[in-house]
């Protein structure tokens, strides 16, 4: 049987994707190329990438009307949330820590909650 092997990308829906796209290369560093409107990520070092579906009642993507939410990978997640709040984005003030790493989350301008993941240092 054929197995999906990883995951190839993530879409987002915009009300208004130019400025949306801004706003993520701004407050992200996403060099978001204006061709396709997307960037690729190159895979470097050790790691994997998480896929999973939560309940329909889960509270962990914000609101309930929000059917996807994305993790994006960061070296330094207190330089990158003290990034966003100086710049005015609405941060969750919770940061969770586990085995797996530290994780923040966040809000773009159009509403969509987003996580942000600090790997654990390796041994």
Do not use: K
Request: glycine share 12%.
């Amino acid at each position: 049987m054929e197995a999906v092997t990883g995951i190839g990308g993530v879409f987002l829906r915009g009300r208004d994707s130019a400025p949306l796209r801004e706003w993520y290369r701004q407050h992200l560093g996403i060099a978001v190329d204006e061709s396709y409107g997307g960037y690729e990520f190159p895979w470097t070092g050790p790691g994997s990438t998480v896929w999973a579906v939560f309940d329909q009642d889960t509270d962990y993507f914000g609101g309930r009307d929000q059917q996807v939410m994305v993790n994006y990978r960061v070296r330094d997640l207190d330089a990158m949330l003290a990034q966003l709040r100086a710049a005015g984005v609405a941060v969750d003030e919770q940061v969770a820590e586990s085995e797996a790493g530290r994780f923040g989350w966040a809000t773009d301008p159009q509403g969509n909650r987003f996580e942000l993941w600090q790997p654990p240092a390796p041994d």
